[in-house]
């Protein structure tokens, strides 16, 4: 089953052209399928619109009734995605403004059955780019992205900061047993839980590739929420608990995994 999950706040004019290239893309594959929205405290017709396609397509609503952040949806909908799925499976996160193309979801799944546990779709790949992105704000992405290859190096990853994934089911289940509620822990820090789930997940030892893809920013007409300094804030601060030299993420995380691991028998 592949299980697709979107985070959404406020979403209403992208949602319907991004739910039938979605049905288009899914229903190529054969595979079962399960839509998972989560609605953070969307103040538009999101609401009303999700109602209208749960009824034509296999899609749960996750309601959150105030705005709780991208970091707080990403943890429940991965927990329920979890909870539904099975071993197996496939669990593809993008994100519902109409910018992530569902056409690149054959490709991601083609590479996950290459034996990889993580998939981005990735600008930087050749092939891959963006367009309608403002300069100010590619050259912020650029810098993000060179910040994080720096200080977070993960084989086979160039681009850290697009949401567009796919993630083998067994592999989530795994960093969830272990991290508990601390798979994503930095919740209040706008979108720097797209970053902390790769860094979480190479600690556990995931292998990750990329595809390219042609991230469509010219398509976007729903208002970007990217709080650039509270997400920036959250990367120096990630930065700080990944590499403090006592107890940080880096060797506490190994140390303690070894020793889950071993109580759960997995040796
Ligand atoms: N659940 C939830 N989703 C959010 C929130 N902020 C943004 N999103 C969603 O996360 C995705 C990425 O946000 P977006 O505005 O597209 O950021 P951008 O593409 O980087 O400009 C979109 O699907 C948004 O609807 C939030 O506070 N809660
Ligand atoms: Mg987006």
Redesign the pocket.
């Known amino acids: 089953m592949i299980i697709v999950i979107?985070?959404?706040?406020?979403?209403e004019i992208s949602f319907p052209p991004l739910m039938e290239k979605l049905k288009h893309a899914l229903d190529g594959t054969n595979e079962d399928y399960r839509l998972l929205v989560?609605?953070?405290?969307s103040t538009d017709n999101t609401s009303k619109i999700l109602e209208e396609y749960s009824a034509k397509f296999p899609l749960e609503v996750i309601e959150?009734p105030i705005?709780?952040?991208?970091g707080?949806?990403?943890r429940d909908l991965f927990e329920r995605a979890v909870k539904l799925g099975k071993k197996g499976d496939i669990i593809i996160r993008?994100?519902?403004?109409d910018?992530h193309e569902p056409k690149y979801i054959p490709n991601i799944i083609k590479k996950l059955n290459q034996g990889y546990d993580v998939v981005v779709a990735s600008r930087f790949e050749k092939g891959g780019g963006q367009m309608g992105v403002n300069g100010y704000r590619a050259v912020i992405s650029r810098c993000a992205n060179l910040f994080m290859k720096i200080f977070f190096p993960i084989q086979g990853l160039r681009e850290y900061s697009c949401?567009y994934r796919g993630y083998r089911y067994s592999k989530i289940k795994e960093a969830l047993g272990f991290y508990g509620n601390n798979f994503i822990q930095l919740k209040g820090l706008g979108?720097t839980c797209t970053l902390e789930k790769l860094v979480k997940l190479k600690l556990i030892g995931a292998s990750f590739a990329e595809i390219p893809f042609l991230h469509r920013?010219d398509q976007?007409q729903?208002?970007?929420?990217?709080v650039s300094s509270v997400t920036t804030l959250g990367y120096l601060v990630m930065t700080i608990l990944y590499h403090w030299p006592w107890g940080g993420w880096k060797s506490a995380i190994k140390k303690n995994l070894d020793a889950w691991k071993i109580s759960n028998d997995m040796y």
């Open positions: 979107l985070p959404a706040y406020n979403e989560c609605n953070d405290g959150h705005n709780r952040g991208l707080e949806s990403s993008m994100d519902c403004d910018t949401g979108f920013y976007k729903s208002e970007s929420k990217m």
